[in-house]
């Protein structure tokens, strides 16, 4: 028998715990913690609430979670309540599936004043997560300015324009829905400090800024590389020029009444919709313009030199009363494992760690890829398991008894897959009209939803 701790119940860790029983059908026992009462990680507070099709693919993790060698084990948070060196002890393989929950930072003066927000927070907030839940941006300013030119970046802009009606069917956490309904946001600057060749944004994902009610997406024609250009990409990368070159067209007329000096370039309106969605490209962020709030972004116009963006000298400023980086993410650090400070990380070579450890997913390779990515990810760290452990297969470990066991004595008060899905039961029962749930966002009234007779006692 192989005793399996996957430490992540995102992705990356259900994949994993799938290759496994796929591996070793009836001759394993998988344990996946999370420090969550609740699983599936980025699919809950990652995704956008309004790509629900993407969400779906929970289901599939919810067949692996109900299999009888599978169990979640949920509330624990490895590293305080139980060590690495604990877990390696109970089980013949501890697989970190703990993604990259952590912003990385953008560096430049000004960048903890209030209002200037990592994506890992923004997104946290109108997900529901709860260490992000009391974040309270403030959108009373008619400008935003989002740095970086991925999906993320997509996703912010996106929530930050659609109207309240357009929420409808997302699950959206009730005080987001709430602040972004007041908000006057009327442009949104999307700050990349290279070119249209080198966004990360897919086609769908940019596709949708065109489809959205009251905002329009805007590319200053003179940004674009001349279309013959576009023969080298790929064919994704192609589409998602379609994209960019057709928010070009669509025109918009440059602003005359733009304060002198505030923002040397044209300044794009929306002709007939309210919000205004601008691709700022060869635009590098310097610093975070204010005093006791953000009033603004100091910008530095770019060029392109063997791929790389390198500065100008011309600077400029773009008034704007929130910041959001969407610039990538870290992985959590957690003691005595081994980390890649520049990759931000686990160090790791090809998903090995040392003797029974191994990670997976964002934790093995960075935050990059998409959901998919994750499913060989998980194959191939089972098959490297499989091969570290030989024909033998276990080495003996106690696996989950010895957990318990030790929960029992530390009085550590984890949360089961049937706990979990009582927490779920409410949250469908306490969504709003069309929406597919209201999530609880304190970890408190989770925990009285799994326990309630731990709570009422
Ligand atoms: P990303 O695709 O790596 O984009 C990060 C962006 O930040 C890049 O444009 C990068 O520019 C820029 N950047 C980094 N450091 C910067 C700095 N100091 N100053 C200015 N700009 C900076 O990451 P992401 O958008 O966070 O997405 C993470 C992963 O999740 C991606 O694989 C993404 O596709 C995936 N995702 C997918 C979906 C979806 O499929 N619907 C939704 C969300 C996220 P350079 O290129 O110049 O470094």
């Not at 929950?101 to 927000?117: C, H, I, T």
Request: charge should be negative; aromatic fraction near 6%; include cysteine.
């Amino acid at each position: 028998m192989r005793h399996i701790a996957i430490v992540g119940s995102g992705p990356a860790g259900y994949y994993t715990a799938e290759a496994a029983l796929k591996q070793w059908k009836d001759d394993v026992r998988v344990d996946i913690f999370d420090s969550s009462p609740v699983p599936f990680g980025l699919i809950r507070t990652g995704v956008a609430p309004d790509h629900q099709s993407i969400k779906s693919v929970a289901r599939r993790y919810e067949t692996t979670a109900l299999s009888d060698n599978v169990h979640f084990v949920g509330n624990v948070m490895v590293g305080r309540d139980i060590s690495i060196d604990e877990l390696r002890d109970l089980y013949d393989a501890v697989v970190l599936a703990t993604g990259a929950p952590n912003d990385r930072k953008l560096g430049l003066p000004g960048e903890d004043l209030p209002n200037v927000f990592g994506s890992a927070a923004f997104v946290g907030w109108y997900n529901g997560h709860p260490q992000f839940a009391e974040i309270h941006p403030d959108f009373s300013h008619d400008t935003a300015v989002i740095v970086g030119n991925g999906n993320v970046a997509l996703d912010v802009a996106r929530i930050l324009a659609k109207s309240g009606e357009e929420f409808e069917g997302s699950d959206i956490v009730a005080h987001a829905l709430s602040a972004l309904e007041g908000a006057h946001i009327r442009r949104i600057v999307i700050l990349g400090r290279r070119g249209p060749h080198q966004v990360t944004m897919t086609p769908k994902e940019l596709g949708e800024l065109a489809r959205l009610a009251r905002a329009c997406p805007r590319v200053d024609p003179a940004d674009l590389p001349p279309l013959a250009q576009d023969a080298a990409l790929d064919a994704g990368m192609r589409k998602t020029m379609g994209h960019l070159r057709s928010f070009a067209m669509a025109g918009g007329s440059a602003n005359d009444n733009a304060d002198e000096g505030a923002d040397e370039g044209a300044t794009i309106v929306c002709p007939d919709r309210d919000i205004a969605i601008e691709f700022d490209f060869f635009a590098a962020p310097r610093a975070i313009l204010g005093t006791d709030r953000v009033e603004g972004v100091e910008v530095e116009r770019t060029r392109l030199v063997d791929g790389k963006a390198v500065g100008t000298g011309e600077t400029y400023h773009i008034p704007a009363g929130i910041v959001i980086a969407c610039i990538g993410y870290q992985t959590s650090r957690i003691p005595d494992v081994p980390y890649d400070e520049q990759g931000g990380r686990f160090a790791n070579v090809e998903g090995r760690i040392k003797p029974g450890l191994y990670c997976v997913g964002w934790a093995r390779r960075g935050p990059t890829g998409t959901i998919g990515t994750n499913r060989p990810d998980g194959f191939a760290i089972v098959e490297r398991i499989d091969a570290d452990l030989g024909p033998a297969g276990g080495t003996g470990k106690p696996g989950r008894p010895g957990f318990e066991a030790l929960a029992e004595t530390r009085g550590i008060d984890f949360v089961k897959f049937t706990e979990w899905q009582k927490i779920d039961e409410a949250e469908v029962a306490n969504a709003r009209h069309g929406a597919p749930r209201e999530k609880f966002v304190e970890v408190d009234r989770m925990i009285a939803k799994a326990h309630p007779s731990v709570q009422d006692s």
